[in-house]
């Protein structure tokens, strides 16, 4: 679709939330065919656009979307670490198809949700349009170029040739749904919904619909337009219908509104959900039906006291994540997500940052149907280019770091809207955020904060980082005033994405990541946004609110330390944390080969749990919890001490929990610092029957009770109590593995080609305990009709293969993710390994 499309106001229906997939398309009222299926797939040596489409494709590869083609591929350290390791490329996709039935009385266009990127399409040789940015949902009216009565080739040419785009992994290829989208001649268009509730309380909801409908008849055109309100046991809660009429060639806004007694609301922890069912009709027939999932919920933010859903005062315990997902790559199945948010939910996360990009339609309804709210962010650059491989400004001018700053100016608008649209219904959805740490490509902003003093070294920060401001807001406004500027200003290109988002939704706020607050506060940037998110900057809250005491504040993104969390607990108005991240990821390791990912606080690459989701449970979970973590004093930051005392620190940095093992095998003697966590006031802990001695977490800077001890074969046990509650766990030191367990998360899958499960190895000793210290090589073998995804083992510095029956263990575990065909049948996972007896699950494909 032409970008120039969107410079006028569309309104937003969830398009892909609208009933389960499907394989045919059968009446008026089936608008979306899954178009997913049967492509063809071939990476080209170059990256000229092809002049002779179609292409002959009988000898390319058959695939299924959504595919990404760089997760297939293999490590290595000539590639960039910002990225993973991982290459690019150019690849190029065909799908042959009929033209649906009626088409002269139809129209049909093409949905990606987003395809990575620098994307060209053609429709019968016929150019359609391009959608550079890789994260933006975009479409095309097939209509005009369909032939009647002869297949249709669609053509789609992809070029991440330039692969050290992004800071993090991006993925490659059409990584997210394609729908064929089917309909009449008089319609809802694709995102033709707003549906917004001014009046959300436990007694009543008022619900304001705004429907556009679009007459691309000859003729003037009567109609009949119906709303009903569904709830979400199927029961029809409220209805209007009006009688309607638009001339030919034109389409309108129409507005509806509803009432609802004692409504079920949208939170985080009853994500209640409703649905509005849009039915067009003429002559008493039903001529186009749209279903907009919503939820009925009120949204409140208060610069003294902070954030209310629904009235209830919320703190956000939020995480960032990238949109790639370990052995997957950036395709990912709604499976794996799953399985992640659960765990993220039961460490009591609410609320997901998408860094620093849109995410995808299927990522969003499972917010929606899992109460997880979201900061939907649009841009990680504006106006100038980051530095691929060291953040900050741009410094490298080589071909393969070209990203979408080349594109910014043309294309922000276009992709700023078009995700709005699409994701503006979802009550997940709480925060609009235009941009991540954007100040870093305007060089003299951190110059003007007094702390950076050498511009022949523009990441030498003179102590920024660990220091509050040490200028005044006249000094650092003053500074803004005379420094040096660009073609573009940071605050002018902040107030215009502002502008367009406000435009297409008055409804939410609009925040923004700032890295260098000091200096965004007094140059008008702050003034563009509803919310001031800092980054990393918690020194700079205090310091802000006695500056600008009418101006909210909260942390958008920070490292995840207790201290993070307390600003949300001591500091009124600040309301939030974002944890950098909630999950490993690939990318931001350039030079680190072999690592490949890092930075994850609770989960890692393949969805494992580290210490960190154990000591942010302890924090955010109301319900008693206890954990140990062990680490060698050499790596702990700590120094040794008595184990009568509490331990004390080399650096301020060992105050941030670390992945601490959650095993007690060590070196006889060896010193080791032991960690425990609980929300319980007092922990005792126990080596082999004999007290260590007791602690208080609230005695220690970050709530963490700890003990240095040599290590001694037995059995460690931490036993917290609180008034009358008593809770412990144990670590026992194991022995030799004898064996290993195969366990998966879910032995039915749907025959669907998209439903996943995943199985989990782990080397056991012969008490049946699971061994962390030893490793084994692990092969998985299929028997029956199913695709095995990948295989990884969590490691960071894991380079064995994604695409792989076979790896090596880390910690004594690995992961491989198997996918359901179409096919129902009895499918059986065996695991082997060398020296070991097979391990074999079965699963029923229905």
């Not at 399985?339 to 939910?345: D, G, I, T």
């Not at 506060?521 to 009418?550: C, T």
């Not at 998985?780 to 083992?793: C, H, P, Q, R, S």
Request: charged share 25%; net charge negative; hydrophobic share 35%.
């Amino acid at each position: 679709m032409n970008k120039h499309i969107f410079t006028t106001l569309l309104l937003v229906i969830c398009l892909f939330s609208c009933g389960e997939k499907t394989t045919t398309n059968t009446s008026a009222l089936s608008r979306e065919l899954d178009f997913n299926f049967d492509w063809k797939f071939q990476l080209q040596k170059d990256t000229v656009l092809p002049t002779n489409v179609p292409l002959k494709d009988t000898d390319w590869r058959d695939i299924r979307l959504p595919h990404d083609w760089s997760v297939e591929l293999s490590f290595d350290e000539s590639f960039e670490g910002c990225t993973g390791y991982l290459p690019g490329g150019v690849g190029v996709y065909q799908k042959h198809f009929e033209t649906p039935e009626d088409i002269d009385n139809k129209s049909v266009y093409v949905l990606f949700d987003g395809v990575y990127n620098n994307a060209t399409f053609w429709l019968n040789g016929k150019k359609l349009g391009e959608n550079p940015y890789g994260y933006s949902p975009t479409y095309f009216d097939l209509g005009p170029l369909l032939n009647k009565n002869k297949e249709n080739v669609l053509t789609v040419h992809v070029d991440h040739s330039r692969y050290a785009d992004g800071r993090w992994y991006t993925g490659s290829g059409i990584y997210r749904n394609v729908k064929l989208i089917t309909l009449n001649k008089l319609h809802i268009p694709i995102w033709g919904t707003f549906i917004s509730t001014p009046v959300a309380t436990k007694e009543k909801a008022s619900i304001h619909l705004e429907t556009t409908v679009n007459n691309q008849l000859a003729n003037n055109s009567e109609f009949t337009l119906t709303t009903n309100i569904i709830d979400g046991d199927g029961n029809q809660v409220a209805s209007k219908e009006e009688q309607l009429s638009l001339s030919a060639n034109n389409k309108e806004v129409f507005e509806q509104d509803f009432s609802l007694s004692n409504p079920k609301l949208w939170d985080t922890e009853n994500p209640n959900m409703y649905k509005a069912v849009t039915t067009v009709s003429q002559n008493g027939k039903v001529v186009d039906e749209y279903t907009t999932p919503f939820g009925i919920r009120s949204l409140r933010f208060d610069n003294k006291t902070g954030f209310y859903l629904n009235e209830k005062k919320t703190n956000v315990k939020g995480v960032c994540i990238h949109h790639a997902a370990g052995l997957v790559g950036a395709a990912v199945p709604e499976g794996v997500w799953r399985r992640r948010f659960e765990a993220l939910k039961a460490c009591g996360v609410n609320a997901i940052r998408t860094a620093h990009n849109p995410y995808s339609e299927e990522f969003m309804n499972l917010c929606d149907e899992m109460g997880i709210l979201v900061q939907d962010e649009f841009f990680d650059e504006w106006d100038y280019a980051k530095d691929k491989r060291k953040n900050y400004h741009d410094r490298s001018f080589d071909y393969i770091t070209r990203g979408y700053v080349e594109h910014f100016q043309e294309w922000a608008q276009s992709d700023l809207t078009r995700t709005m649209l699409r994701d503006r219904n979802h009550p997940s959805v709480f925060q609009w955020s235009i941009g991540n740490e954007i100040e870093w490509t305007y060089l003299h902003y951190r110059y003007d904060t007094g702390f950076w003093k050498d511009p022949n070294d523009p990441q030498a920060s003179g102590g920024y980082w660990g220091s509050a401001p040490i200028l005044t807001p006249k000094e650092i406004k003053a500074n803004y005033d005379a420094a040096e500027k660009g073609e573009y200003i940071l605050a002018e290109t902040a107030h215009k994405l502002a502008k367009w988002t406000r435009e297409l939704d008055p409804t939410r706020i609009v925040t923004t990541n700032m890295v260098v607050p000091q200096t965004s506060m007094v140059s008008g940037y702050a003034d563009a946004v509803d919310i001031s998110g800092f980054s990393y900057r918690n020194l700079d809250i205090a310091w802000a609110q006695e500056h600008w005491p009418d101006r909210h504040i909260t942390i958008n993104e920070n490292p995840g330390t207790w201290d993070d969390w307390k600003q949300v607990l001591e500091k009124p108005g600040v309301f939030s944390i974002f944890m950098w991240t909630g999950i490993d990821y690939m990318g931001e390791r350039d030079g680190d080969w072999p690592e490949k990912s890092g930075w994850g606080d609770l989960l890692d690459l393949a969805g494992f749990k580290y210490q960190g989701w154990n000591y942010f449970k302890s924090i955010w979970v109301d319900e008693p919890h206890i954990s140990i973590g062990t680490l060698p004093v050499a790596k702990s930051g700590f120094k040794q001490t008595s184990i009568s005392g509490q331990q004390l620190p080399e650096n301020s940095n060992a105050y941030k929990w670390r992945d601490s093992n959650m095993h007690w095998n060590y070196k006889d003697g060896e010193p080791v610092v032991v960690e425990v966590c609980s929300n319980l006031d007092s922990v005792e802990l126990f080596l082999n029957g004999k007290s260590l001695g007791s602690r208080k977490g609230a005695d220690s800077p970050d709530k963490l009770c700890r003990w240095t001890i040599p290590y001694e074969v037995g059995t460690l046990i931490a036993k917290a109590t609180s008034g009358e509650d008593e809770i412990s766990t144990e670590l026992k030191t194991t022995s030799e593995p004898i064996g290993f367990t195969l366990t998966a998360d879910k032995i039915e899958l749907k025959a669907d080609a998209y439903d996943v499960s995943h199985f989990i190895v782990q080397l056991v000793d012969k008490d049946g305990l699971p061994v962390k210290t030893e490793n084994a090589k692990i092969e998985f073998e299929v028997v029956g009709d199913a695709k095995i995804l990948g295989v990884d083992n969590g490691a960071r510095s894991n380079i064995q293969d994604f695409q792989s029956n076979s790896l090596t263990t880390a910690k004594g575990r690995c992961l491989m993710i198997l996918q359901s065909t179409k096919n129902a049948g009895t499918v059986k996972v065996i695991a082997k390994a060398q020296g070991y007896d097979n391990q074999e699950v079965t699963l029923q494909v229905k």
